[in-house]
Structure formats: C-alpha cells, structure tokens
C-alpha cells in the first residue's frame, strides 16, 4: 500500500492564481482531512469528509475549496492564492472506527509571493 | 488561551537520559488523548495514545491528569533516533467521532 500520496510536494504560486493540491490514500478509508501547518503553530483543519459526496469545513476554511468524489481522491482548491496561504499542507485519511488515528501524506509546501 | 499547549523546547539531551514532556489542555470535556511523533520536514504519525491508567510502550510512557488536564510522555534511554518533535494531540469525544486538535508540539534533539 502506498498509503496516502500528496502532489506537488512544492509549488511556488503568485498572487491571485489558484492551484489544486492532489490527495489520494490507497487504505480503502471513508475519513478523510486536509490541514495546514504553520511554522510554530499547531495543525490547524482546513476541510474533512466522512465519505464520497460529504465534506465539511474544518477551523479554517476560508479561502479553500475541496471535493469528495471518490472514496480515494480528496483534492484541495486554492482559488484565489494570497501569501497568508503560504504554508504545508498536509492530507490524512483514517478508517471510521479508529479516527485518532490518522495517516499522513508527505506534504506539499507552498509559497505565495 | 490555547485548547491545547506544550512547551515548544527544545530539550536537549544526551542519549541515555530520560526526559519528560508535559501538555495541559484547556478544556475540560476532552475524552481521548494522544502523543504523535514528526520529524523535521516530515508528516506527524501517531506514536502512542494516553489511557486514564497510564500507558507504556517500550522506553516510551504515557500518563494522564486529569484533576490538572494535563498528559506527559516520558522517554527513557534516549536514542539518537528519537530527535523529533512530539506533538499532543487532544480529542473532545469519547467515541472517537470528534475531530482531534493539535498541540504545536515540543521539540527533543538528542545528541551523542
């Protein structure tokens, strides 16, 4: 099992562009979440789903989109690139009876200048 | 305040030594509580969760307090490959459906 794999692992954007990070887990989970991370701040939830065709909006949504159209793929929208938006964006997938815990991608670090 | 805070260290320490992290948390309803290790430029993963009772794993020990809602993990004999930062890691449900909330995390670098 690959497990969960994040694309790009880097991306540089400019102002106002807008871009989607890819989320895909292997591990058949109905969970899933997108985070961000700031340097010296904790993880803060962006977006999770329960299943295909469910999504909610975690503590910090705004200025992110996201969809669930499979079971497997959980993208992440960024519309309108704004450089509060530079940050590490981690995707996690966890199964419904065990939801602490969760299995991380590798991260996909992104600047907005 | 924060729900959940930890001392951001770094604890340095010589391999060998036991060293002791805390983390309280401010809310009183959390159930479930949990310790993930990440390493520098790496994602977290889930080193140990913290039962009432306290919990062992190894070198690695687990405890809970909840009169002072605060948990500590506490690593003995430290190994180089331990350097990595511990990140607390707090649910409010009992049942395993809330969303977990997360700690900024202590850094421990351990040198030779």
């Known amino acids: 099992n690959a497990g969960v794999t994040q694309t790009p692992k880097f991306r540089i954007l400019k102002i106002g562009q807008s871009m989607t990070l890819q989320c895909t887990q292997d591990m058949n989970h109905n969970y899933m979440y997108w985070y961000r991370q700031d340097p010296g701040m904790g993880l803060k939830l962006i977006y999770y789903s329960v299943g295909a065709g469910i999504t909610d909006k975690g503590e910090v949504p705004n200025g992110y989109n996201v969809s669930r159209s499979t079971t497997e793929d959980f993208p992440l929208r960024l519309e309108l690139a704004a450089p509060s938006q530079t940050s590490v964006y981690f995707c996690?997938?966890?199964?419904?009876?065990?939801?602490?815990?969760?299995?991380f991608g590798p991260g996909t670090r992104l600047t907005v200048l | 305040r924060k729900e959940v805070e930890q001392d951001p260290g770094p604890f340095n320490v010589p391999e060998g030594a036991t060293v002791a992290f805390n983390c309280t948390y401010s809310?009183?309803?959390?159930?479930?509580f949990f310790w993930y290790r990440q390493d520098c430029r790496k994602e977290p993963k889930l080193l140990m969760s913290v039962y009432s009772s306290g919990n062992e794993d190894g070198r690695f020990t687990a405890q809970l307090n909840r009169a002072s809602q605060y948990i500590s993990l506490l690593i003995r004999d430290s190994k180089l490959s331990d350097s990595a930062t511990y990140l607390c890691v707090v649910q409010r449900s009992p049942d395993n459906t809330d969303k977990l909330i997360f700690g900024t995390g202590t850094r421990l670098q351990v040198f030779p």
């Open positions: 809310n009183s309803a959390s159930q479930s």
């Open positions: 996690a997938s966890s199964s419904e009876d065990l939801r602490n815990e969760q299995f």
